[in-house]
T-cell receptor, first 113, second 114 residues
Framework: GENVEQHPSTLSVQEGDSAVIKCTYS??????FPWYKQELGKRPQLIID???NVGEKKDQRIAVTLNKTAKHFSLHITETQPEDSAVYFC???WGGGNEKLTFGTGTRLTIIP | NAGVTQTPKFQVLKTGQSMTLQCAQD?????MYWYRQDPGMGLRLIYY???????DKGEVPNGYNVSRLNKREFSLRLESAAPSQTSVYFC?????????????FGPGTRLTVT
């Protein structure tokens, strides 16, 4: 089955700086890569996703890049703000009609004011 | 719309007791999922249901059973709880077969087994 590794497990950045979280996946058939954000005590929520026919996708301060050859994808957050403090999870899926996701182990991002 | 709802929010069980976690969604989604979340382990899939009437095992199904009661409801049962099942359980749903595969999560159930 699919295996997703996520690094780093914790990350602290100064407010206004950029944060980068990286994930690698094992199954070359995977074609859908979402990122979820989970605030303390809350449920995970989708913040951005990318499909294998696209190399990069941006949504305001958040971007995701995908390198299918190397089987890794990354989340980039620019101009970080205190409300970006949360745990971020990457995931991968081969689709196939059932949208079964394999999640990474998460990155706890702390924004230092 | 309430989205995905779960009951109960909290539960404490003794080893060997049984219980059922309830999940319901009002978004007319086809697929539903049960995950457990443990510190440092991310979200691990227990069981999922791609459509009404079907269920399949995920990564960590041992010790659990599920029932897809109808399109809206998907329950998770622990027949004989063990301390290793102490965790936060999330139910999720998604609209199968569409361009977006976003999964919508419920608020979670915090289960402690003593």
């Amino acid at each position: 089955g699919e295996n997703v590794e996520q690094h780093p497990s914790t990350l602290s950045v100064q407010e206004g700086d950029s944060a980068v979280i990286k994930c690698t996946y094992s199954d070359s058939a995977s074609n859908y890569f979402p990122w979820y954000k989970q605030e303390l005590g809350k449920r995970p929520q989708l913040i951005i996703d990318i499909r294998s026919n696209v190399g990069e996708k941006k949504d305001q301060r958040i971007a995701v890049t995908l390198n299918k050859t190397a089987k890794h994808f990354s989340l980039h957050i620019t101009e970080t703000q205190p409300e970006d403090s949360a745990v971020y999870f990457c995931a991968a899926s081969w689709g196939g009609g059932n949208e079964k996701l394999t999640f990474g182990t998460g990155t706890r991002l702390t924004i230092i004011p | 719309n309430a989205g995905v709802t779960q009951t109960p929010k909290f539960q404490v069980l003794k080893t060997g007791q049984s219980m059922t976690l309830q999940c319901a969604q009002d978004m007319n989604h086809n697929s539903m999922y049960w995950y457990r979340q443990d510190p440092g382990m991310g979200l691990r899939l227990i069981y999922y249901s791609a459509s009404e009437g079907t269920t399949d095992k995920g990564e960590v199904p041992n010790g659990y059973n599920v029932s897809r009661l109808n399109k809206r409801e998907f329950s998770l049962r622990l027949e004989s709880a063990a301390p290793s099942q102490t965790s936060v359980y999330f139910c999720a749903s998604s609209k199968r077969g569409q361009a977006s595969y976003e999964q919508y999560f419920g608020p979670g159930t915090r289960l402690t087994v003593t």
